[in-house]
């Protein structure tokens, strides 16, 4: 008889991910990304600021950038998504993967300029900091997150329910509740925060990545 899974992503996984566990997993995409139109400008004095890989991919998608372009990342994936496309030079990560990380490297490096390309659904952290320290800043939306939850799903049999972003945690919660003796594991901070209305059985990945994710329920197992 075939093992029924008892963990739950809410991410759609690479074969090599679902491999990776000793035991089967059911994984679906809770949000899919829409892309939105967008124009922009660059100059060479623009430091240009990511924070999600989605943000990269759209961005690449429609205007080059140069080498020596100055780029703050937020994560290993997506500064990973940058060097995949090209030898970029000038590419600056802070060590805490939020936008206060951020807000940290912008203090760092004193730098004035910014293009700032996000989704629509978003924290105001970094606009707000930007806004109160006078900092000239574009904010331009590349991508909108649109909530797609996996109906008909008996969710009461999953011992573990995995969460990659605050959006897949509402996409979720509109449409299941969470049990008192379900642990959700999350890939960072802001997505635990997503999570706390509705649940206090959280755990946090050591690292922001599916693959710590993935370490941690092994480990459970």
Avoid: W
């Avoid at 809410?10 to 995409?29: C, H, N, R």
């Avoid at 659904?121 to 996996?150: A, M, S, W």
């Avoid at 990945?205 to 480990?219: D, F, H, Q, R």
């Amino acid at each position: 008889m075939e093992q029924k899974s008892t963990i739950l992503f809410t991410k759609k996984l690479t074969e090599k991910q679902k491999k990776s566990l000793a035991v089967p997993i059911d994984d679906f995409d809770f949000i899919t990304i829409k892309t939105l139109d967008f124009e922009c400008h660059l100059s060479p004095s623009q430091t240009l600021v990511f924070t999600s890989q989605n943000a990269v991919k759209q961005v690449l998608e429609k205007i080059h950038i140069p080498l020596q372009q100055p780029i703050f990342v937020v994560g290993n994936k997506t500064k990973k998504k940058l060097l995949d496309y090209a030898d970029f030079e000038n590419i600056k990560q802070p060590t805490h993967e939020t936008a206060r990380g951020i807000i940290q490297l912008i203090e760092e490096q004193n730098a004035n300029d910014f293009l700032y390309f996000c989704g629509k659904k978003r924290l105001p952290t970094l606009e707000n900091y930007l806004n109160k320290n006078g900092k000239k800043h574009q904010v331009i939306e590349v991508y909108d997150t649109c909530l797609t939850p996996t109906l008909k799903l008996y969710v009461e049999r999953y011992r573990y329910i995995c969460f990659c972003s605050p959006s897949a945690v509402e996409s979720f919660v509109s449409t299941y509740k969470l049990t008192d003796k379900q642990q959700c594991i999350c890939i960072g901070q802001t997505t635990a925060k997503a999570l706390r209305s509705y649940t206090k059985n959280i755990e946090i990945a050591p690292k922001s990545s599916v693959e710590s994710m993935l370490e941690m329920i092994n480990s459970k197992i």
